[in-house]
């Protein structure tokens, strides 16, 4: 996730929150976190020309207003949209939540964990991943 475009963390817990941003900080990731607390704010901004598209989305599932798998839905179907990986990042360990999270496009599904440790090897991971992945320009 090393390159000059955000990282969107749509996510509700402001605890969650303040975790990846230290976990971020702590594996030296220099890309901006740009952390939205439900699926509402996040289309709108994402649909504003005037913030840069993120190179990924980390998704919570449980959030009030839009919850995680309508706001997937919605964006999944936007052609200016899709193309932006999403990783669900969430406490849910529901096969339907896995199994409906991937049926609409999820890049990858992650399991947080309250150990902060294995919460840095999850973060580290996605990282990994995303800075070896080449993706699809966004013509950003």
């Known amino acids: 996730m090393r ?3 955000p ?3 749509v996510e509700d817990d402001t605890v969650d929150v303040m975790t990846v941003k230290r976990a971020l ?3 030296q990731v220099t890309s901006e976190l740009v952390p939205i607390g439900d699926g509402e704010q996040a289309l709108a901004y994402l ?3 005037g913030n840069a598209k993120p190179c990924v989305i980390l998704l919570d ?3 009030p207003k839009m919850n ?3 706001f997937m839905r919605i964006v999944k179907a936007d052609e200016a949209l899709r193309r932006i990986p999403i990783i669900v990042l969430t406490t849910s360990n529901s096969n339907q939540d896995i199994s409906k999270s991937f049926e609409l ?3 990858g599904y992650m399991l ?3 150990d902060y440790k294995k919460f840095m090897e999850i973060i580290k991971t996605i990282d990994l991943y995303w800075t070896l992945s080449k993706l699809p320009s966004n013509g950003d």
Do not use: Q, Y
């Open 25 to 27: 900080k702590d594996i």
């Open 3 to 5: 390159n000059s475009k």
């Open 105 to 107: 496009g999820a890049a």
């Open 47 to 49: 649909r504003d020309d």
């Open 112 to 114: 947080k964990s309250v």
């Open 7 to 9: 990282i969107l963390l």
């Open 61 to 63: 599932l449980n959030m």
């Open 68 to 70: 995680g798998t309508e």
